[in-house]
């Protein structure tokens, strides 16, 4: 598990001048915290974390010498600026089910030969307790055939009785579609007309 430092941010200096300086602000609150802690971190170890996780993964992150279990719950980018903002983190407690996401990742869809696969579900919803957590759900498509249709009710997860999906099992994740090329479109139409 990754682990990410952070110190406790001094509220009296604007999230604006920390962000010039190099640091992402965010915030970590749970049940046994009597308050929620604002943080302050180092953009670098902030971006390091997300190339191999994002909302939904379970980090350590140390504040000022103790050490939380944590999930990452939200994440702010300014999409005109590129700009990461904010990271909220949840920390957890290891008797008690969390509310999480884990993110859907299609593998091999280059070697679907007919047809082109459609992804309509980006991501699944879940709660379970901290051991149990998932943050990324790869799935091989390579097998999938024009008119195949993937749910998430076909999905490892779905069969974990430790994890309670919150997201409809008849939910369609992928389809493969078939691909008509525009010139035999044409020729349809031709042929329609005549």
């Known amino acids: 598990m990754n682990t990410l430092k952070a110190e406790k941010r001094d509220m009296t200096t604007k999230a604006k001048k920390l962000r010039r300086e190099g640091y992402v602000t965010g915030v970590i609150y749970g049940r046994e915290l009597k308050e929620s802690i604002p943080l302050k971190m180092e953009k670098s170890a902030v971006e390091r974390i997300l190339k191999t996780g994002g909302k939904g993964s379970q980090v350590m992150l140390e504040v000022d010498g103790n050490t939380y279990d944590a999930l990452i719950k939200e994440i702010d980018y300014d999409s005109l600026k590129g700009q990461l903002l904010e990271i909220d983190f949840q920390a957890l407690v290891s008797n008690e089910k969390v509310h999480s996401v ?93």
């Open 102 to 194: 884990a993110e859907i990742i299609l593998l091999n869809h280059e070697a679907i030969q007919e047809g082109v696969i459609q992804q309509m579900l980006q991501e699944v919803s879940y709660k379970a307790l901290p051991a149990a957590l998932v943050d990324k759900i790869k799935i091989d498509v390579s097998s999938m055939k024009v008119g195949d249709t993937l749910k998430v009710e076909d999905l490892d997860i779905a069969k974990n009785p430790d994890i309670e999906l919150h997201t409809p099992l008849d939910t369609t994740i992928a389809t493969v579609i078939e691909v008509r090329s525009s010139q035999t479109e044409d020729a349809d139409e031709e042929t329609a007309e005549a």
